[in-house]
T-cell receptor, first 116, second 111 residues
Framework: DGGITQSPKYLFRKEGQNVTLSCEQN?????MYWYRQDPGQGLRLIYY???????QKGDIAEGYSVSREKKESFPLTVTSAQKNPTAFYLC???????????????FGPGTRLTVL | DAKTTQPPSMDCAEGRAANLPCNHS???????VYWYRQIHSQGPQYIIH???NNETNEMASLIITEDRKSSTLILPHATLRDTAVYYC????????????FGGGTRVLVKP
């Protein structure tokens, strides 16, 4: 089946530790995205990547880092510099990032990170 | 970015049509209106999008006013599984297809 996978579904870490969230897609999409969602809120963009070896900051990039070494993978590292890391993290992908109307984003199931 | 305004919540009877309004009065000419929904603790799911004309697919219909300042998502026969938060989004053409999510409308379908 084609889709986006995120693992694990639930993740617990101690304060001060870096943690990396996985995101893999087999849709052959060029673009990938990371969003953060807090309870009762909409999604906020952390980072996005339009192509391999390239990525840009979103609205709330501070305290996060990403890499895009492979088309299929876009891992997100939540560093100890992120003040409030506990949240629901969603990864998405799309065919591309042009103005085409056929560029809807497909989302993974999310990872719920809790920092103790 | 063109911002959107949606009612925070609404109830709908199972089997009836659900009409979800969205205001986007600052939308620019080349921006599309997208609708997504998010069932509790899952990733958002694409529903439909449009530019000027009304659109229909197997999930819903999208009605966009002639001045494009507002739109309505119609779920023709709501089921209990349609209970979710529905987001109306105006897509920014620059900055890599970024989706800016607002608070959405929390729709509760009741039996």
């Amino acid at each position: 089946d084609g889709g986006i996978t995120q693992s694990p579904k639930y993740l617990f870490r101690k304060e001060g530790q870096n943690v990396t969230l996985s995101c893999e897609q087999n849709l052959n999409h060029d673009a990938m995205y990371w969003y953060r969602q807090d309870p009762g809120q909409g999604l906020r963009l952390i980072y996005y990547s339009q192509i391999v070896n390239d990525f840009q900051k979103g609205d709330i990039a501070e305290g996060y880092s990403v890499s895009r070494e492979k088309k299929e993978s876009f891992p997100l590292t939540v560093t100890s510099a992120q003040k409030n890391p506990t949240a629901f993290y969603l990864c998405a992908s799309s065919v591309g990032t042009s103005g085409s109307s056929y560029n809807e984003q497909f989302f993974g199931p999310g990872t719920r990170l809790t920092v103790l | 970015d063109a911002k959107t305004t949606q009612p925070p919540s609404m109830d709908c009877a199972e089997g009836r049509a659900a009409n979800l309004p969205c205001n986007h009065s600052t939308i620019s000419g080349n921006e599309y209106v997208y609708w997504y929904r998010q069932i509790h603790s899952q990733g958002p799911q694409y529903i439909i999008h449009g530019l000027k004309n009304n659109e229909t697919n197997e999930m819903a219909s999208l009605i966009i006013t002639e001045d494009r300042k507002s739109s309505t998502l119609i779920l023709p026969h709501a089921t209990l599984r349609d209970t979710a938060v529905y987001y109306c989004i105006v897509r920014v053409e620059a900055a890599g297809n970024k989706l800016t999510f607002g608070g959405g409308t929390r729709v509760l379908v009741k039996p």
